[in-house]
């Protein structure tokens, strides 16, 4: 949540460079942004509501600032309370992400010494906290360096003084350096994420928890532990810059639900050694947890089924965020298996600080390389589907389960077997991303894109399906959507079915086909819409979306597909902003 970044250079004008950034950072947070330049001696800060790639700024002249794009946590959203926030006296800029839990605590302190804050935030504390050391008699990295540890919570930040001094400090959420070096003097970059300056350069720099980066006439890294130098190593990324454009698609969801043709042979690409070591590791060991926030955690839940059917074993989903309620079950022989597109969501890293406490192992399957869950864990599962740019995930929640697919079939002995399953089921895929396919599933959403409800139905595997098919049509479209066991309508939500609501129906060529047709006569019945997406069709449904016929195990990847394409046709009609829906962020960086 919330997109930073720093830039530093002697010569070009920082203002332009780093709204630039903050266009590429916008899917980090959206609800307002802000920027901060230093020249002689002086810090020019312009902050607004609104996105930045559709609000008017000033510009400033200067070669070093700051920018901010937000995600609100402390305080509405108002100018006061966008970024940067500084000091008393105007010396020192802060753009901050995370959380500071003793905020409160801090303030009161500050106010009591005289401190006069402007805003309702918790990120206001770090400058009043510097300038606090400053009058102390501390300079400003000693400053810097003083106020990191009292911070409770997972933060990180970019401070600059009127001095020209810029230090960053990482912990819990990510801050990476990109150096650009044309000639002597370097331009230094530092953001949240590497898409805040692909453009200009791909060496780059991972900082890591409790250090921080101090540009100056140099650029110097320090452990806020032991406040010594540390030495960090420049390394050259391999990524492929069309990947965080839109090319000729109107909107990343779009691209992204087409990329998968591609992305999913990307994820089957994984090491068999590798997976057959963990396939042991995750037969002998005693508890199994699969973990994860959002659509990931219902990727987590669709494993359990995977993992039933395929190797006829029982392993535990967890929702990241109730994690610590079974925290208490891990010992060292557990295996805790998280998944996460980005790599850096709060909850499933404070769950996986636990487990490593405990001892436990820890898999992961993520997106994202030296991720803060890439670090925590003993192994690391790349799904590889390349940049995921649109709020809602799509092509990542694919390829996460072709990798939790993978590990099942090798879990069973039958690796080989799996891979050409699932090689078949992506020539499947690849047939059903066509235009005409897209056509009849916009047809469907120009039918119900007014109804104030969606209900989907599945049994069996389509069951948590169902309930990631409702996140992908909330988020993008505000159609209230909910995912039910088929058996379970009738123990309540029925109530709710009337004329024409729409009822979409998940099924699989598997044993409770039979069942989930006899819940889509019940919901008939009462003047229900029901829509099948399924490799049959029914004389029950009044819309039907065929899906490939492939194994039940593997149907989660086909009939996501539909739903996808279905959430973002609904959302295009109701005039959403379907990349970047409200009140929401790609990577959620804070608990
Ligand atoms: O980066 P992660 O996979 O850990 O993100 C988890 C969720 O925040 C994410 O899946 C969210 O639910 C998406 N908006 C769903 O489309």
Not at 105 to 126: A, M, R, Y
Not at 348 to 363: D, G, M, Y
């Given at each position: 949540m919330c997109g930073i970044i720093g830039y530093w250079n002697q010569e070009k004008d920082a203002c332009p460079i780093i709204i630039e950034s903050l266009k590429k950072l916008e899917y980090r947070g959206y609800d307002s942004f802000g920027f901060a330049i230093v020249l002689n001696n002086k810090l020019s800060v312009e902050r607004k509501t609104g996105k930045v790639s559709s609000t008017e700024y000033q510009n400033f002249p200067g070669v070093i600032g700051i920018g901010h794009t937000r995600w609100a946590t402390h305080g509405k959203i108002t100018e006061n309370n966008a970024h940067p926030h500084r000091d008393c006296f105007m010396k020192i800029a802060v753009v901050h992400n995370g959380i500071?839990?003793?905020?409160?605590?801090?303030?009161?302190?500050?106010?009591?010494?005289?401190?006069?804050?402007?805003?309702?935030?918790?990120?206001?504390?770090?400058?009043?906290?510097?300038e606090e050391n400053i009058r102390n008699g501390l300079d400003f990295k000693e400053a810097v360096m003083d106020v990191c540890p009292l911070l409770q919570g997972r933060n990180s930040f970019i401070a600059l003084s009127s001095d020209q001094e810029m230090i960053a400090f990482r912990n819990g959420s990510p801050l990476i350096l990109g150096v650009k070096k044309n000639?002597?003097?370097?331009?230094?970059?530092?953001?949240?994420?590497?898409?805040?300056?692909?453009?200009?350069?791909?060496?780059?720099?991972?900082?890591?928890?409790?250090?921080?980066?101090i540009i100056k006439e140099n650029l110097e890294f320090y452990d806020i532990n032991t406040k010594k130098r540390i030495e960090k190593r420049l390394i050259r990324l391999d990524i492929d810059l069309k990947e965080a454009e839109k090319g000729s698609y109107p909107h990343f969801m779009l691209k992204e639900i087409m990329e998968q043709k591609k992305a999913l042979r990307r994820a089957i690409n994984q090491d068999d050694k590798n997976l057959m070591h963990l396939a042991r590791e995750?037969?002998?060991?005693?508890?199994?947890?699969?973990?994860?926030?959002?659509?990931?955690?219902?990727?987590?839940?669709?494993?359990?089924?995977?993992?039933?059917?395929?190797?006829?074993?029982h392993v535990n989903f967890v929702q990241a965020s109730e994690f610590?309620?079974?925290?208490?079950?891990?010992?060292?022989?557990?295996?805790?298996?998280?998944?996460?597109?980005?790599?850096?969501?709060?909850?499933?890293?404070?769950?996986?600080?636990?487990?490593?406490?405990?001892?436990?192992?820890?898999?992961?399957?993520?997106?994202?390389k030296q991720s803060s869950l890439d670090k925590i864990s003993d192994y690391t599962f790349f799904i590889n589907a390349g940049i995921e740019k649109a709020v809602a995930s799509t092509k990542a929640t694919t390829s996460q389960l072709i990798v939790v697919l993978l590990l099942a079939y090798a879990c069973a002995g039958r690796l080989e077997e799996g891979k050409r399953i699932l090689i078949d089921l992506i020539g499947k895929v690849n047939d059903m991303l066509n235009p005409r396919y897209e056509l009849h599933i916009k047809k469907l959403a120009e039918k119900i894109y007014q109804e104030e409800n969606i209900f989907i139905i599945g049994r069996g595997i389509n069951y948590p399906l169902s309930l990631e098919s409702a996140i992908k049509i909330m988020e993008v479209s505000?159609?209230?959507?909910?995912?039910?066991?088929?058996?379970?309508?009738?123990?309540?939500?029925?109530?709710?079915?009337?004329?024409?609501?729409?009822?979409?129906?998940?099924?699989?060529?598997?044993?409770?086909?039979?069942?989930?047709?006899?819940?889509?006569?019940?919901?008939?019945?009462?003047?229900?819409?029901?829509?099948?997406?399924?490799?049959?069709n029914n004389p029950i449904f009044d819309y039907w979306i065929k899906t490939p016929n492939v194994e039940a195990e593997t149907s989660p990847i086909v009939n996501l597909i539909p739903i996808q394409l279905l959430a973002y046709y609904l959302g295009i009609l109701k005039g959403c902003d379907v990349d970047y829906p409200r009140s929401l962020a790609k990577s959620v960086t804070v608990k």
């Open positions: 500071i839990e003793n905020y409160q605590e801090i303030k009161n302190q500050l106010s009591k010494k005289g401190h006069n804050f402007l805003s309702e935030t918790d990120t206001e504390v770090i400058p009043h906290l510097i000639n002597k003097i370097p331009e230094i970059f530092i953001a949240s994420d590497i898409q805040g300056f692909l453009d200009e350069t791909r060496d780059v720099i991972y900082l890591d928890d409790n250090q921080i980066a995750i037969n002998e060991a005693k508890g199994i947890f699969f973990i994860g926030c959002g659509t990931a955690a219902k990727v987590c839940h669709i494993a359990e089924y995977i993992f039933s059917k395929i190797a006829n074993k610590e309620n079974y925290n208490h079950f891990l010992i060292p022989e557990t295996l805790v298996i998280a998944i996460s597109q980005s790599g850096e969501t709060a909850d499933v890293l404070e769950s996986l600080e636990i487990a490593k406490k405990r001892k436990s192992k820890i898999i992961s399957i993520t997106n994202t505000y159609i209230h959507a909910q995912g039910f066991a088929g058996g379970e309508l009738k123990h309540g939500p029925i109530a709710l079915i009337k004329k024409d609501s729409p009822v979409i129906v998940l099924m699989s060529n598997d044993e409770s086909k039979k069942e989930i047709i006899s819940n889509a006569i019940e919901v008939k019945s009462r003047g229900a819409y029901v829509i099948g997406v399924s490799p049959e």
